[in-house]
């Protein structure tokens, strides 16, 4: 088999299924606050700064997707990928930056959306007038959507968002354009009130500027749902050349324009700047804003359910085993003996004691034993084709339940989540989960550069790979070995209502604690643009491909570059905050 041929994998996605992804993961409400940016940097230094984050965004995303399929592993998870090449360390500081995206966001997109409605009722001279009273009606509808068990049930809710920013995005570049004769703005900036708030708010520009090029986070996840042959790495490349690129068209030509248009004086949230537009328009551009942030913050509050929810299911579900254990030690049909112990997966002695123990109990997927390597799984795989091995790196494998393909001897797996701590008479919704009985196969990454000893992996035989272009996001703090929600095993109703109704409530009172857009949105572009976008990509990088000379030099200056950019950055945004809030009287 040629280097660059791949099995196929029975998905769906294609090249323009993936620059559509990429493109609204990019584009949404970061470019609203570009303008403002530009105007705390300039005409000189302001561009420079946009150009400098597409470039290092383009070259870390075309880094990841080079590194989709590593080891003989396709990594559909961000997170499987950095927990595989990082270790624990790496596993738990992206889950960390992760949740910390998540969360941070939906409160930024709570902020958006209350002041977008805010301005729909001042031109409607309607009630009420205060922005924190928006953002608690905004909670409200949030509270209700977040009951909508996954977003599988509302798959619409993606496209609304997209083209409502797509809405959005296209009015402020025109009024931008239609205003930008103005020729307001300056090469240094405005100059701020003292040389510390000049560069303070230069500082939370930056930071602005990261929260609109933060998607690397999913990339993977949309790379996985891609269509091989061609392979995935070729097609992903070309998909972030054009999505990435059109993004930073909208964005350089929005910022530039809106600024001549508005000058300095150009506000925190662009669209209010625009006080001499037909009002028709205004309330059109912020109510697409307000659709957008409904929607957006529902995409995003959705991995943090599964997260949480992940945790308690498997809770219950390991209850439910001990229980089952129990019950079957008291009424004797294990026999003389003491009581069995369990552990995480359920009955001692592996998954089958929980089969054996009880049709109540938990039901697991069986367990993978080397007798069915030796016994000729390649027969088993014969039907399907694989394709080569990327580049090796050193460390160990995880030992996980993976999907695999495979053709003349050679397995290509898939980190795509298998779980094996299912619920009794649990069918799962997808065909895609649904596999045949597993087998133990000498993983090919570790028998080769990866450890140089061989690892015995657990996967499942599956008939087909998942078949949607939609892609799924989780992180890596979830328990991966309980059935998704868009799978159809859930917690049930009242857990999920007090569970998801605390989030909504804990991100709608900062929202109204602290109603900065600008600030807020710098901040989540601060804190989390350099570990997901830099520090992860390029250090898994340079682990796999072993870059030498200048380029590897090249990499570290620029990491540290940009580390120091969102550190100060992440410094003017709190300062941001701190001064806002002490001007700011709550609930007036």
């Not at 609203?32 to 105007?39: E, F, I, T, V, Y």
């Not at 229980?323 to 009955?347: C, F, I, R, S, V």
């Not at 809030?581 to 709550?586: E, M, P, R």
Request: with cysteine.
């Amino acid at each position: 088999m040629k280097g660059d041929e791949v099995p196929e994998n029975g998905k769906t996605g294609t090249l323009w299924t993936a620059v559509g992804h990429i493109f609204c993961a990019v584009v949404g409400a970061g470019v609203l606050g570009l303008p403002n940016s530009l105007a705390w940097l300039g005409w000189v230094a302001g561009p420079i700064c946009l150009c400098g984050f597409f470039v290092v965004t383009m070259c870390a995303s075309l880094m990841l997707a080079k590194m989709y399929q590593t080891d003989g592993i396709e990594f559909s998870r961000y997170h499987h990928l950095v927990a595989h090449l990082l270790g624990r360390r790496g596993s738990i500081a992206v889950s960390v930056f992760q949740m910390l995206n998540l969360v941070l966001s939906d409160i930024a997109y709570t902020i958006t959306g209350a002041i977008a409605m805010q301005t729909i009722a001042s031109y409607l001279h309607s009630q009420p007038t205060k922005q924190w009273q928006f953002s608690l009606i905004l909670g409200a509808l949030e509270l209700v959507f977040s009951q909508i068990p996954s977003l599988e049930e509302i798959w619409w809710v993606s496209a609304l968002g997209t083209l409502s920013s797509l809405g959005y995005v296209v009015i402020a570049l025109g009024l931008g354009l239609a205003y930008s004769g103005n020729h307001e703005g300056s090469v240094g900036g405005r100059p701020g009130t003292s040389p510390a708030n000049k560069a303070f708010g230069v500082l939370n520009a930056l930071g602005n500027m990261a929260f609109a090029f933060g998607f690397t986070q999913v990339l993977l996840e949309i790379q996985d749902t891609l269509r091989q042959p061609p392979k995935a790495e070729r097609t992903m490349s070309r998909a972030v050349w054009v999505a990435v690129s059109a993004a930073f068209s909208f964005y350089i030509s929005s910022a530039v324009a809106c600024y001549s248009a508005l000058g300095d004086a150009v506000p925190g949230e662009v669209l209010q700047g625009f006080e001499q537009a037909p009002d028709w328009v205004m309330v059109l551009a912020n109510f697409f804003i307000v659709i957008h942030m409904i929607t957006a913050w529902q995409v995003w509050a959705q991995p943090v359910f599964e997260t949480l929810e992940s945790h308690l299911k498997a809770y219950r579900l390991r209850r439910q085993s001990q229980q089952a254990a129990l019950e079957d030690w008291q009424e004797g049909k294990e026999g003389p003996g003491p009581l069995p112990k369990t552990n995480g997966a359920g009955m001692d002695g592996g998954p089958d004691a929980a089969h054996s123990a009880s049709s109540a109990a938990p039901a697991h997927l069986p367990p993978l034993s080397e007798a069915a390597v030796e016994s000729g799984l390649g027969a088993q795989l014969s039907g399907l084709s694989t394709g080569s091995l990327a580049p090796q790196a050193s460390g160990p494998l995880r030992l996980r339940r993976m999907s695999a393909r495979s053709s003349g001897g050679i397995v290509v797996h898939n980190s795509a989540p298998l779980p094996d701590l299912l619920p009794p008479g649990w069918h799962p919704r997808h065909a895609s989960f649904a596999s045949a009985d597993g087998a133990c196969l000498p993983g090919d990454g570790a028998s080769g550069k990866h450890g140089h000893h061989s690892h015995l992996h657990r996967l499942s035989v599956v008939s087909r790979l998942g078949s949607q272009a939609m892609f799924h996001l989780d992180t890596g703090a979830a328990n991966e070995r309980v059935p998704l929600n868009d799978q159809g095993y859930l917690l049930p109703f009242w857990q999920r209502l007090l569970l998801r109704s605390t989030y909504v409530l804990l991100c709608t009172a900062v929202a109204c604690i602290i109603p900065f857009f600008s600030a807020v949105v710098g901040l989540v572009g601060a804190v989390t643009f350099w570990p997901l976008a830099i520090g992860f990509p390029f250090t898994m990088y340079i682990k796999v491909f072993k870059p030498r000379g200048w380029i590897l030099w090249l990499m570290y200056a620029v990491a540290v570059l940009m580390l120091l950019v969102c550190i100060a950055a992440t410094v003017g945004s709190f300062q941001n905050i701190i001064v806002s809030w002490s001007t700011y009287t709550l609930f007036d």
